[in-house]
């Protein structure tokens, strides 16, 4: 068997496109444009670009973006400023606080983040809306886990009943996808790198979801015949390529459905902020649909 490649980068322009058409929606019903604001503290060169990149599909779709640039020396207190400030706009729908922060900072990551008001969390990352996604409540969902499931779907089949095995048990990972793939009533198991016998299991799953960060540790005798097989992994080789964490040209021959690193799941993460920011923006203003 020859894998179907599930395309990321063609699924996630049908995302942004179908969100340019909601926003355009918005305005021709006269209301106002959704907003979406983003914090970058530091000079971090991968972060800057991260950030350029969810400018410019903000301003492909239609949604306001606002840019909040602090120093590499910003203090405690000045960020939580920030994000006070923020959570009491009411022109901004969505908060996204590029991480990592600086050095100094770092460690109170999670701290900030629970400092974003729940209904402004684009990233899906606030303790309510993991505790929400748990309970099967409408929440922002982690942007990588919700683009996995966007891109299951392309797959056209249910996954009712599937077995799915989720390598990597990491909270913005391989913790919402277990919720996600239960929602649609699969039989999941989260694995992380304590799991005895990792390939058991893994040659039994219908669906692999690949997030532990080791380059083509998922390998062809790991896969059943058939299987869906998601790759999450963005690992550098010795040359700086990208690759993921499946070994995807023999993993290929044997998998029904696979996504490609580059161009599977990456492009989708970025796709989905905008659905989030669509979602805080319905919070916000009452159901848009
Ligand atoms: P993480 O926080 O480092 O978590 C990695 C997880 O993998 C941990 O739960 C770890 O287990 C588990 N693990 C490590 N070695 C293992 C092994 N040998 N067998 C089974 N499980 C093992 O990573 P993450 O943030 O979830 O990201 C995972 C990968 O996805 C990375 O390559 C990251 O760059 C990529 N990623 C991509 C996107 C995207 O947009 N495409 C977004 C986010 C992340 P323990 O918990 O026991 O340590």
Do not use: W
């Not at 322009?13 to 914090?39: D, F, H, S």
């Not at 729908?93 to 684009?122: C, H, M, N, Y």
């Not at 997030?211 to 080789?237: E, P, S, Y």
């Amino acid at each position: 068997m020859t894998a179907r490649i599930i395309d990321g980068k063609q699924v996630s322009r049908k995302v942004k496109e179908e969100v340019k058409a909601r926003v355009a929606a918005l305005a021709a019903e006269g209301r106002r444009q959704p907003c979406l604001a983003v914090i970058l503290a530091g000079d971090d060169p991968a972060s800057a670009i991260y950030v350029r990149n969810k400018q410019k599909v903000c301003a492909f779709s239609g949604i306001q973006s606002m840019m909040k640039r602090l120093p590499a020396d910003v203090s405690e207190t000045e960020l939580q400023e920030v994000i006070k400030e923020l959570n009491e706009d009411p022109a901004v729908d969505g908060i996204l606080l590029q991480l990592p922060l600086p050095e100094a900072l770092r460690s109170l990551e999670p701290t900030f983040l629970e400092q974003i008001s729940p209904d402004k969390d684009v990233d899906g990352f606030h303790p309510i809306n993991i505790g929400r996604l748990a309970l099967g409540l409408p929440a922002p969902v982690a942007c990588t886990p919700f683009g996995v499931m966007r891109l299951l779907e392309e797959c056209g089949e249910s996954l009712e009943g599937k077995l799915a095995v989720v390598i990597g048990r990491s909270h913005t990972v391989g913790k919402p996808m277990l919720q996600l793939l239960l929602q649609k009533n699969a039989t999941v198991i989260v694995t992380h790198s304590r799991t005895k016998d990792l390939a058991t299991l893994t040659r039994q799953a219908d669906v692999i979801i690949a997030a532990l960060g080791k380059a083509h540790f998922v390998t062809a005798d790991m896969v059943k015949d058939g299987a869906i097989v998601i790759d999450v992994g963005i690992n550098r080789d010795e040359d700086g390529k990208v690759t993921g964490d499946v070994d995807f040209g023999p993993v290929s021959e044997k998998a029904a459905y696979i996504t490609t690193v580059p161009g599977g799941v990456g492009p989708m993460t970025i796709a989905m902020l905008l659905e989030n920011t669509l979602l805080c923006y319905a919070m916000h203003e009452g159901n848009i649909e």
